[in-house]
């Protein structure tokens, strides 16, 4: 049973950058592909981007590919996403997600979660 904690959210000005980080306990991490997703309020939550237990391939929505990169530290079971050139339209709350081996992009498919990190970009 794995838990995840999402922080390193804020507010940041368009154009700025972010990096928030979800670190990951209970479980093997390196099993576990892990994915962020975003939501607001009224909406679905939307796949931004994903990385593979094996190889590390990653994967990317098409409204951040560009400008957001995933990435993975197996030593300290944290993932992270490096948020650059930040539009208001990617004001969001960011959740962490992780489901064993491969990235799909569907939200059902993932087995834990994290409680999410707010995101607000001012214009």
């Known amino acids: 049973q794995a838990q995840l904690v999402e922080s390193g959210g804020g507010l940041v000005q368009a154009g700025g950058s972010l990096r928030p980080s979800c670190a990951t306990s209970g479980g093997t991490f390196r099993n576990y592909a892990m994915a962020w997703f975003r939501q607001v309020p009224g909406k679905e939550r939307e796949f931004v981007a994903g990385i593979n237990s094996i190889g590390g391939s990653t994967y990317y929505g098409d409204s951040v590919k560009g400008r957001f990169t995933i990435s993975r530290d197996n030593a300290k079971s944290t993932v992270y996403l490096h948020m650059n050139s930040l539009k208001p339209e990617d004001t969001a709350v960011y959740y962490c997600?992780?489901?064993?081996?491969?990235?799909?992009?569907?939200?059902?498919?993932?087995?834990?979660w994290g409680q999410g990190t707010q995101v607000t970009v001012s214009s």
């Open positions: 997600a992780a489901k064993r081996v491969v990235v799909v992009t569907t939200a059902l498919r993932y087995d834990y």
